[in-house]
């Protein structure tokens, strides 16, 4: 007996003795920032390809744009950036962009009128995803060498018609319009891609970081450009981790091995949220949950209907419970934080008033279809409102399904309901304005299927021609009052039940100040961050 | 003259050497095998209800930025004639571009099968050095306190989710105790600190004798590694335990002992010898699936292995990817096979 033992207690101590014990630092160094995130939706780190969170966030710390935002003021809107100054003409349609002096690119190639011009240009020509922001503006291919000209330190950009320049400057906040070092690009082109390929995983910028380098799925090195216009960030270098895994960011936050964790649920929040040495962060996103109603259903079409899914949503329930402070409670198209962004939330859960405006459109023995896609948040606001509905008599049956098994039928008007999530593309409000509220061909044939309108086949009750008036107006002050007629008649009127904007709660060292994602018009900023 | 030479080549062909035909059958075997597992994915890949078009483009493109694209995937073509492209280039070790990164799917894979490669292999370390004495032991003392703390090893083992004991390890060990370092590959302050030589970071810090990287790195593999192990060692246990049992209760065993025999030896050189085939196939199964990639365990631990990367390229329908990433794992397989079946020959003289 003795020898068997032996034998096991032999393996196991070769086993055991694997187990080193390793010193765990206690924290991260004083001019290192280290960062937790999902970052597999990065496709590319090319600004006039790259369309995902994880990737703008990269570029935003990379790339100088003509205008940009203070990362630590976003309420001021845009602000110059390597453009200095700026006029607009007195048709409204060119703008004429003065170069900043002395600026350079972190190659040491100085940053001039030309390399602004390429760059709008290359995006234009490119043609990749995020390029609609740029040919809005009736920029194409063939008219880029005429709409989009240098001349010595100045850009002149000139538009098909007269928009409003708020929403011109907005969208080159966007990373698109980052200016990129023609030079470096166009010493890497290969088949005329102007750079394309090799910008997919280098950086040619003048922002405050380089890009070191990107493993898909795995992590993103940056370091400071020590000659950056701005100043010499304080990280020196910065580190985006890829740790999938809630816990395990808790864990490595905790720990101190990393500073902030980008992606935790609600539990993970309230286990840190009393923790030692971390702070909770909250900033408002501008992702919105919303049901649709199909307008091509003859009882969804009705306007008391429309009215009564509105006090079918227990928003505050929802909100409270299962959200859990990751969504707050917000009815209006514009994401709390936009130019003319509305406040008001007028609906609440109220099963009699739509109880009411049902009998008032003799609506009696209803059966719906709401289409979700398979995720865990979206299928319980489905099962909170398909029990609210209830209690009005209105059956609910929720589809689930993969992404393009909803889109497919959502775009194809096949759904009766769908529970949907949008994001904004750029920070002006004409993104979401732009195809909540507008919808100029409603047939079958337009095949609009990109604006969320069409999708549910409504004609916009007359917004059409407001969003496209409020585009154009110069004067901010009339087009913030613009939006805001938009948002009232919306609320009243749409067949889009929108319910929640998002909220991003980060957990955070704190001796991290000046850390921002971006809030809802902006992208991550390290530049500004500092460690007590 | 003619048929003497006819003759001759046919004396020739039937003289060629055993091993080269056996070769030859082997090599056929693999081809087809792959040829199917190819043609079985690429079905797969083009039936899922996941638009690669939607991945690359997202779902607010204009129809015709859709179209390019549709066009530049040579979607556009009979599926048939798509599969014989593919199947031409991956004859070419071309496994094309991943839709979603434009990155070479090849490079993808090197950079993360090495990661795998290095856990799957201290696991199944783990699983063997400990799995094969306590089978061993549980089957000579059954009924033993031993035998019955093996089964509750195995049991636990088989039946405790991945996910939860992967959290708590990482909780106790590393949160609380601070014994081992923390989710990822290696710490921080140590990326990219040696050079990538074989991708496999112990490796890579022995041949770059950066004993701190090695360390470092040991400690974040340690765990994951264990956990797999663990794993590993439940079934490794219980199979050498039931092999283990047959034998000793066979004829020739009684006969040792009669003959005067230590136990020892009666165990270590007659028993054991004779499962030892047995085993090579548990053992080669077991770590054929550790190579595969554990993908909850790589979530856990944020090691960028080829599991998680099959899977988040199929969520993202990234179909050169999954497609990719599925022919190595099930080239691994069939050279583990090939592997386990050279061993029989060297153990065990009938196989030979």
Redesign the interface.
């Known amino acids: 007996m003795k020898m068997w033992t032996q034998t096991l207690a032999g393996a196991t101590m070769a086993v055991a003795l694997s187990f080193t014990s390793v010193a765990v630092l206690a924290e991260t160094p004083a001019n290192m920032l280290v960062v937790a995130n999902r970052i597999d939706d990065i496709t590319t780190m090319d600004p006039a390809q790259s369309f995902e969170f994880a990737g703008s966030d990269v570029n935003q710390n990379i790339y100088g744009k003509l205008v940009n935002f203070d990362p630590l003021d976003f309420d001021k809107g845009y602000v110059p950036d390597l453009a200095e100054s700026w006029v607009v003409s007195e048709d409204g349609m060119s703008i004429t962009f003065t170069m900043r002096e002395g600026v350079k690119f972190q190659s040491g190639n100085p940053v001039t009128a030309p390399d602004a011009e390429w760059s709008l240009r290359r995006a234009v020509i490119l043609n990749k995803t995020p390029a609609f922001i740029l040919t809005q503006f009736g920029f194409t291919p063939e008219n880029v060498a005429e709409t989009i000209k240098a001349d010595g330190n100045t850009l002149t950009i000139k538009t098909d018609k007269r928009y409003a320049t708020s929403f011109v400057l907005n969208c080159l906040t966007a990373t698109i319009g980052s200016i990129v070092d023609m030079k470096t690009a166009m010493e890497h082109e290969v088949d005329g891609d102007m750079g394309n390929a090799w910008l997919a995983t280098n950086s040619a910028g003048s922002g405050p970081y380089t890009l070191v380098g990107w493993k898909p799925n795995e992590s993103v090195t940056l370091q400071a450009n020590p000659d950056y216009y701005g100043g010499a960030p304080a990280m020196e270098r910065v580190i985006v981790r890829h740790v999938a895994e809630s816990a395990s960011q808790r864990l490595l936050l905790e720990a101190g091995d990393i500073d902030v964790a980008r992606n935790l649920n609600p539990e993970d929040i309230a286990g840190v949220r009393n923790a030692a040495g971390i702070v909770v962060q909250e900033e408002l996103k501008g992702r919105l949950m919303y049901l649709g109603l199909n307008q091509t259903h003859p009882v969804l079409s009705k306007p008391q209907v429309r009215q009564a899914f509105k006090y079918l949503v227990d928003y505050e329930g929802m909100q409270n419970s299962f959200l859990n402070g990751q969504y707050t409670t917000h009815q209006n198209f514009l994401p709390k934080t936009y130019l003319g962004a509305s406040t008001e939330n007028p609906f609440s859960l109220n099963i009699e008033k739509a109880k009411e405006l049902l009998a008032e459109a003799g609506v009696e023995n209803l059966e719906i279809e709401v289409g979700v896609r398979e995720a865990q948040e979206r299928i319980e606001i489905a099962q909170s409102f398909q029990n609210t509905a209830a209690q009005a008599g209105i059956k609910v049956n929720i589809t689930v399904g993969t992404g393009k098994q909803i889109l497919d039928r959502y775009r194809a008007r096949e759904l009766d309901m769908s529970l949907e999530a949008w994001g904004p593309d750029y920070p002006d409000p004409q993104t979401n304005a732009g195809t909540f509220a507008y919808n100029p061909d409603n047939s079958l044939e337009a095949k609009a299927t990109g604006l969320l309108a069409w999708r549910l086949a409504w004609d916009t009750d007359g917004l059409t021609p407001l969003t496209e008036a409020a585009v154009t107006e110069v004067d901010r002050d009339k087009r913030i009052a613009m939006y805001q007629e938009i948002q009232a008649k919306f609320r009243e009127t749409s067949p889009f039940v929108i319910m929640f904007q998002q909220i991003e709660q980060d957990g955070v060292r704190d001796n991290v100040k000046n850390f921002t994602t971006g809030e809802a018009i902006g992208s991550a900023d390290y530049s500004k961050v500092v460690k007590e | 003259m003619t048929s003497a030479n006819h003759e001759g080549g046919a004396r020739q062909r039937a003289s060629l050497p055993l091993w080269v035909t056996a070769s030859i059958k082997t090599l056929g075997s693999i081809a087809v095998t792959m040829l199917g597992l190819v043609f079985i994915t690429f079905i797969i890949g083009r039936v899922m ?3 690669p078009v ?1 991945a ?8 015709s ?1 859709y179209d ?1 694209v549709y066009y530049q995937l040579g979607l556009d073509k009979p599926v048939i004639v798509q599969f014989g492209y593919y199947v031409w280039d991956v004859m070419r070790g071309d496994f094309g571009m ?1 839709l ?4 070479p799917v090849a490079e ?1 894979i090197a ?1 993360v099968f090495p990661a795998t490669l290095e856990l799957a292999t201290l696991g199944v370390c ?1 699983g063997i ?2 799995g094969v ?2 089978g ?2 549980a089957a ?2 059954k009924g ?1 306190w ?1 035998d019955q703390l093996a089964r509750v090893v195995a049991l636990v083992g088989y039946s405790m989710p991945i996910f939860w004991l992967g ?1 708590m390890g ?2 106790v ?3 609380i105790l ?7 590959r290696v ?3 140590y ?2 600190v040696v050079p990538s030589v074989t991708g496999m970071i112990l490796v890579d810090s022995i041949l770059d004798r950066n004993w701190t990287v090695l ?2 790195a ?2 974040h593999i ?1 765990l994951p590694a ?1 956990l797999l ?1 663990y794993y590993s060692l439940a079934y490794i246990s219980r199979m050498t335990r039931s092999f283990m049992l047959e034998q000793m209760s066979a004829e020739y065993i009684t006969t040792a002992r009669v003959k005067g025999m230590s ?2 030896d009666v165990v270590w050189k007659h028993a054991f010898r004779n499962i030892r085939v047995q085993l090579i196939t548990v053992i080669a199964l077991s770590y054929a699936g550790l190579l595969e990639g554990s993908v909850l365990t790589e ?4 090691w ?1 292995g080829i599991g ?2 099959i899977t ?1 390229a199929l969520l ?1 329908a990234d179909m050169n990817a999954v497609l990719g990433g599925t022919v190595v794992v099930g080239l691994i397989f069939i050279l583990l096979n090939i592997f386990s079946d050279l061993l029989y020959k060297v153990f065990d003289p009938r196989a030979r």
């Open positions: 209800p996941i638009d939607l690359i483009v997202g779902e607010r493109a204009s129809q930025t390019a991943s979603l990164n434009a990155r993808d950079r783990f050095v400990l004495p306590l061993v032991v000579v003392r033993s031993i959290l990482l909780l060990f590393y949160g601070g014994w081992v370092g923390g989710p990822g710490g921080i302050f990326e990219d360390k470092d040991f400690s340690v264990s192990g136990e020892w979530i856990i631990f944020s960028p998680s990367y988040t993202s």
